[in-house]
């Protein structure tokens, strides 16, 4: 089950229909332009970039994975994780998964 968070990053384009994509994730299809940024599922990640396809396997639904970033391709993705680690970056001073969830939590 995909959990979305209430203080999730998206990219302009994601931005003016964001029920949109988060129904993409939801399908079992294969949506090639469309990224989801979520918590990482290991301790050595800052954060995991997922293609939407890969969001529906079993393994990942298990899982439960909490969504923190939409982007309509895979270069504004990367640019949605620059921004998120420098916003935690300029609250905390530094950046590590604990102050990830901390920054997503407290937002």
Known sequence: MLVWNKRMYMDEKVSKHPSKYKKLANRRRLFSRCY???FPANSTNIMDIYPCGELWFKYNAVQGIEVIGIASC????AQLVTRIAQ???KKYGDISPRLLREFFANN
Not at 74 to 77: F, G, I, M, R, S
């Open 36 to 38: 989801y940024i979520t």
């Open 74 to 77: 895979e270069e504004n993705a």
């Open 87 to 89: 916003d935690i970056y």
